[in-house]
DNA sequence: GATATACTGTTTATCAAGTAAACATATTGG
DNA sequence: CCAATATGTTTACTTGATAAACAGTATATC
């Protein structure tokens, strides 16, 4: 089929209107007045406020206030709560990505890329917090998956296997990000009121996870890993992001090796 | 510190409401008339609904109008939309685990684990859809992450290792849950009307991923394995969850390899 | 057994949020 | 110049969560 050839016009017409926007297919109006916002400025100021109060602070009349604007002006720019997320979620996605590296460092090269997806929930903390729709269909996000692939650019795999090893990456990623953050939350709430979480549970998980139930998860609690306490002094092996995606690592490693030399390992 | 002469009831007041409850920490009351519900009854209800119109459609109005009652009446029982979000969720996890496997056969489990998983995002497409308010506290969300740890009962890990393992899996075997969900949807949406995203969005994509500003993406998205058309195509391997899976228990195995024998690979 | 108490489910009432529709006003193509 | 098309506003509707007051009921206690 060739669907090569379609414009960028029709492109937006298939996209949700969300995304449409986001890639700027939208004809600038051509009479009425002048717009006194733009897309660009509501995004904005959308992600300020939920960077400060949180997603749920992002209401169409919160967001409009803030702009000096009634809730329903908004509606002139963008069709729908759902796109203003979506917008925001690819803002957050803007971001700067470092050089390519040479294709022997595909492993330094993916760790950045996970390094840099697990900052995006720690800047914006709410950014975990949007519904998955799909498969990202943004610019920016596009751009970070083209990030995650990148690495695999040399490497004798089918479009398959590297979107495999993309969801791989990504959503070890993505759960590794929400973790830091509410870690970050952890220690931003347990500065200023000791009311936070992972402490209080860890009490009371001790009381109600017994051994019988729960004979592998027990010990655990009780040595008060689960609930994650002391959470520094596991540095033992690198921090412990870099664990777990050193595994993923050695994984990818081990599977090029075979394909490559039919079934010996390094 | 010694926790452990908690009480159940103590333990209860340092959970959210919704956990406690599925803890079934709840003094029955003594007096008054008798209840004509139950928080089963409730979140059974509550569930039936999500699965069949989604977690949108779960509304304490509706919930209570189903079972013939109004609203208000649910908030004698559960003290929150919150915390019927949680029962519910706590309520999918409760699935049988297959029995025990020898400990030489923990890849298998691990495979289990991960395949029981992804299941409950295919059983309930909305589960992924509750916002996560932290590490698990449910009891029967707790044991599924048991069972995540049961093939690593054996392994010369310690506990961060072990919950590191955890993470890889479940990390994986969320992300796989949803796109499966999706996959899921997407194929019965597109026997009754052909208006699915996949399809559509391929060709806008094809459109707008220009190989200039996506060179590691664009070729991928040429050749429809970015929006999985073909779907079944590429079961070359094994199907697509278990390609990155194996990746997985690779890494892991490396690790159990390198652990053991002091740095030699198998 | 009477009665106060602690419950039950209901009714009524807020409040917030998303968004449709109608309106007055401002630009600009023809 | 003016019809057409925008713009931002006002008004209004709907849905949802949940607080508060209420009337009826079962039980603990006297």
């Known amino acids: 089929?060739?669907?090569?050839?379609m414009t960028r016009e029709e492109a937006g017409k298939?996209?949700?209107?969300?995304?449409a926007l986001a890639w700027g297919l939208?004809?600038?109006?051509?009479?009425?007045?002048?717009?006194?916002?733009?897309?660009?400025?509501?995004?904005?100021?959308?992600?300020?406020i939920a960077?400060?109060?949180?997603?749920?602070?992002?209401?169409?009349?919160r967001v409009a206030a803030e702009l000096g604007f009634t809730a329903m002006s908004l509606y002139r720019y963008i069709p729908s709560?759902?796109?203003?997320?979506?917008?925001?979620?690819?803002?957050?996605?803007?971001?700067?990505?470092?050089?390519?590296?040479?294709?022997h460092e595909w492993r330094e090269e993916m760790r950045e890329y996970v390094r840099g997806t697990v900052d995006i929930f720690r800047a914006h903390p709410?950014?975990?917090?949007?519904?998955?729709?799909?498969?990202?269909?943004?610019?920016?996000?596009?751009?970070?998956?083209?990030?995650?692939?990148?690495?695999m650019r040399d490497m004798?795999?089918?479009?398959?296997?590297?979107?495999?090893?993309?969801?791989?990456?990504?959503?070890?990623?993505?759960?590794?990000?929400?973790?830091?953050?509410?870690?970050?939350?952890?220690?931003?709430?347990?500065?200023?009121?000791?009311?936070?979480?992972?402490?209080?549970?860890?009490?009371?998980?001790?009381?109600?996870v017994k051994p019988e139930q729960y004979p592998s998860l027990h010990p655990i609690v009780v040595s008060g890993a689960y609930t994650d306490e002391n959470g520094e002094e596991k540095d033992a092996v690198g921090n412990d992001m870099d664990f777990g995606l050193e595994r993923i690592l050695d994984g990818i490693d081990q599977y090029l090796h075979v394909k490559r030399d039919g079934g010996a390992v390094k």
């Open 81 to 103: 709560k759902d796109d203003l997320l979506l917008l925001m979620q690819d803002k957050a996605c803007d971001i700067p990505l470092p050089p390519a590296r040479p294709a």
């Open 156 to 208: 004798p795999l089918n479009d398959y296997e590297k979107m495999s090893f993309v969801l791989l990456l990504s959503s070890y990623a993505r759960s590794y990000g929400m973790i830091q953050r509410d870690m970050d939350r952890a220690v931003q709430a347990g500065s200023n009121a000791e009311e936070f979480g992972g402490v209080h549970y860890s009490a009371a998980l001790r009381a109600l």
């Open 14 to 19: 298939l996209l949700p209107p969300g995304a």
């Open 1 to 5: 089929m060739n669907n090569n050839d």
């Open 26 to 48: 939208a004809k600038p109006p051509q009479r009425g007045p002048k717009r006194e916002m733009s897309i660009d400025q509501i995004v904005g100021k959308a992600v300020e």
């Open 51 to 61: 960077d400060r109060d949180g997603l749920a602070a992002v209401s169409m009349s």
């Open 126 to 151: 709410w950014y975990g917090d949007i519904p998955i729709f799909g498969i990202p269909i943004s610019p920016n996000n596009l751009r970070v998956v083209d990030w995650a692939l990148r690495p």
